[in-house]
């Protein structure tokens, strides 16, 4: 009880920013246990659903099942959210579709956490604060965290992964044993989902060359910098054995076809450079292949998908890192050097796909990992510059931008809030909002509007045909699970692949798919003025004594 009854100075002596950060968590913590619901099973979620049941059969047959290597190409992907998932299912009191969107969304929490201790870390509370609100406000993190399963824990793991990189960098050449042991943890979860966690491996030392005294401006000569570099080297490379050993025991039994031989992680690395589907996607109003977008495709998502402060932000950070007097002095708080680090291990997988040209589809999907190192490169700097203001007895003008900056993510808020649960459908003000990028840019490519659709239908039919016994089938422009899963308990649906004998369409707005199929819509899902989906009664072409009924 004595506790309790000093909770009031414990929280007096608090700081506030942390105080703020701390009751941001629970708000968005009780929002995602409140609304994990009412996402749709995306278009992946069954499939590597599955491949991690085909992991689990590998192991159990002691590893004769090889049944996992010819599931598509997933045999390149670690399995280890998935395995998490298997191994809940049984255990929650959740189907599993919903099981996994509430983990998902708790990890991609996490991430949110893991932005906001590494935002403190390099420019103090204020930081912190400001990058875990950056990180909720924005469609393109918060409104994917409840079903990009691939995604978002991935960003998670590297967010987590930096943050302790971060700190071992401050100790170098034998950092602490502990922040190793947890930087091997989360490289790990990254590896056992992407292999693109190995440049999580390369930052590590390419970190420790930076501080060695290789690098380091001095008169010694060459041999006698060169054996130093070697003794300053050779400690921090024992030190991160321990972690590197983690981290790939947890990739290799997340990811059987790892293990398989020594070059395949390597080989599973380059082929991601190779991987071209027959998908389409949107740039700027124009169709491109998959294999064939331009090199601005991902910046150019990049600058309409995110909020335009954070944006802003990330312009100033690197400005700061540039010109480290920009702010001065109250950057004299900022960690330059950390900052430098961050900048490069978030710009630099962007500068890869641009010179590479790589290929690229759904927007930003595939790059959602740099979304919390920008975010906490942004908070960073923002806060610099309020912090300089004030210090420069120009107190009113830093109210002034702070009360821009406030409403800023005031308008992102609102905005999230009006497009739930589409969240993840936000764009910026540059291309006019959701409503500008329709037909522009890629939009519901998830179709997570289906369950909204399938609800809307089976109002259509409870106000317009309650003769018992009737049977109706339905075409969707999308994966059928999600139109499974939403029309599960509704008996009068059936889905076809027969699509010029189907009586009723769903179909997502996207790539303008809702216009394969005539029909008359008799509704529409639709946020901020913009339709992403609309049901279409085909009844009067497929069943003509229907129209006939109709007409008389």
């Known amino acids: 009880m004595s506790r309790f009854r000093n909770l009031p100075a414990r929280l007096a002596q608090t700081d506030p920013f942390d105080l703020a950060a701390a009751i941001l968590f629970v708000a968005v913590a009780a929002f995602i246990i409140f609304t994990f619901r009412d996402y749709a099973v995306s278009n992946d979620e069954e499939i590597q659903h599955q491949y991690a049941q085909l992991i689990v059969r590998y192991y159990a047959s002691g590893m004769t099942d090889q049944a996992v290597f010819h599931l598509y190409n997933l045999y390149l992907y670690g399995g280890l959210f998935d395995l998490m998932a298997v191994g809940l299912q049984h255990l929650l009191p959740f189907d599993v579709w919903n099981m996994r969107h509430l983990l998902c969304a708790f990890i991609g929490l996490g991430g949110i956490a893991a932005a906001w201790a590494t935002a403190r870390m390099i420019g103090g509370t204020a930081a912190g604060f400001l990058a875990a609100v950056l990180l909720v406000i924005c469609g393109s993190y918060y409104g994917t965290i409840f079903n990009h399963t691939k995604d978002i824990p991935f960003a998670a793991?590297?967010?987590?992964?930096?943050?302790?990189?971060?700190?071992?960098?401050?100790?170098?050449?034998?950092?602490?044993?502990?922040?190793?042991?947890?930087?091997?943890?989360?490289?790990?979860?990254?590896?056992?989902?992407?292999?693109?966690?190995?440049?999580?491996?390369?930052?590590?030392?390419?970190?420790?060359?930076?501080?060695?005294?290789?690098?380091?401006?001095?008169?010694?000569?060459?041999?006698?910098?060169?054996?130093a570099t070697v003794r300053y080297v050779w400690p921090a490379a024992l030190r991160f054995l321990p972690g590197l050993a983690i981290a790939y025991a947890i990739m290799l039994a997340a990811w059987p076809w790892a293990a398989l031989e020594p070059l395949n992680p390597l080989r599973g690395f380059v082929s991601f450079a190779d991987f071209n589907y027959d998908i389409s996607t949107l740039l700027a109003g124009h169709v491109y292949s998959m294999g064939d977008v331009p090199r601005w495709y991902i910046p150019e998502y990049f600058a309409v998908k995110l909020p335009i402060l954070m944006l802003f932000g990330v312009a100033l950070a690197v400005l700061l890192a540039v010109r480290p007097t920009i702010f001065a002095p109250a950057n004299a708080t900022v960690s330059?050097?950390?900052?430098?680090?961050?900048?490069?291990?978030?710009?630099?997988?962007?500068?890869?796909?641009?010179?590479?040209?790589?290929?690229?589809?759904?927007?930003?999907?595939?790059?959602?990992?740099?979304?919390?190192l920008l975010a906490v490169m942004a908070a960073v700097s923002l806060t610099a510059m309020i912090s300089a203001l004030a210090h420069r007895q120009l107190r009113l003008m830093a109210g002034a931008v702070s009360a821009v900056f406030a409403a800023a993510m005031l308008f992102n808020a609102i905005t999230l809030v009006r497009l739930h649960p589409y969240e993840y459908l936000a764009f910026n003000e540059f291309v006019g909002g959701l409503p500008g990028a329709m037909g522009r840019y890629d939009t519901d490519y998830w179709a997570n509007m289906m369950p909204e659709g399938v609800h809307d239908l089976e109002s259509y039919l409870d106000k317009t045909d309650r003769r018992p016994g009737q049977h109706y089938t339905v075409a969707i422009c999308s994966e059928s699970k999600g139109f499974e899963e939403a029309a599960r308990k509704d008996p009068r649906f059936t889905l076809t692949d027969d699509w010029n004998r189907a009586d009723f369409f769903i179909s997502t707005t996207h790539m303008h798919c809702d216009k394969d199929l005539q029909g008359q819509v008799i509704a529409d899902v639709s946020r901020l003025g913009a339709t992403i989906g609309v049901v279409k009664d085909r009844r009067a072409i497929t069943r003509p004594e229907f129209a006939r009924a109709k007409r008389q």
């Open 157 to 227: 793991a590297v967010m987590g992964s930096i943050y302790f990189l971060l700190r071992t960098s401050r100790e170098l050449p034998r950092p602490r044993w502990s922040d190793v042991i947890f930087l091997g943890l989360c490289t790990g979860g990254a590896l056992g989902i992407r292999v693109t966690g190995f440049l999580l491996i390369c930052y590590a030392g390419l970190m420790v060359l930076v501080q060695s005294p290789l690098t380091q401006p001095g008169h010694a000569n060459w041999r006698a910098r060169l054996a």
């Open 336 to 372: 330059r050097r950390q900052l430098v680090y961050l900048g490069f291990a978030a710009l630099f997988p962007l500068a890869c796909q641009v010179i590479a040209a790589g290929p690229a589809f759904t927007g930003l999907r595939h790059f959602t990992f740099l979304i919390p």
